[in-house]
């Protein structure tokens, strides 16, 4: 998939989350709902955005404890939705989409958080991802 696709499906996947995290519906109503919103959508952005945001809630507890543990000072309900669903995406990402390289994962990350979020949300989207990035395996992170 071109990276042109795979930023406008982290974007679609970011949207989604924000509007399930806002409705607290369930999650194939939810996804329905979204995309009627936004057709015609590309079905290979569509697909993507899809596994991410059904990856984000089938790893949800453990992503949220990551994010958590590594946060100093800010509990994940204290967050901004925005910011909240830009971490939740990119740890799904870092953790469990082994494709997509650590820093891109970032780099777009702090890119929604720039776009979406408030003027602190890239910074602060950039400090907690670093420091979850420092815990992956070496390997994942591109080096060695």
Known sequence: MSSGRRTKA???ALQA????DVASTDLDEALSRFW??????????????EE????????????DDAIEAVSENWRLD???RVDRNILRLATFEL???SAAPVNVVIDEAIELGKKYGSESSGAFVNGVL??????????RRGEG
């Open 10 to 12: 982290r974007e679609r």
């Open 17 to 20: 989350l924000y509007q399930i």
């Open 36 to 49: 009627k919103s936004f057709e015609p959508v590309e079905r290979e952005v569509m697909a993507m955005a």
């Open 52 to 63: 991410m945001v059904r990856g984000v809630a089938r790893h949800r507890r453990a992503i």
């Open 78 to 80: 204290r967050m901004a």
């Open 95 to 97: 953790a469990h989409q």
């Open 130 to 139: 670093d420091r979850l990035a420092a815990g992956l395996p070496p390997k």
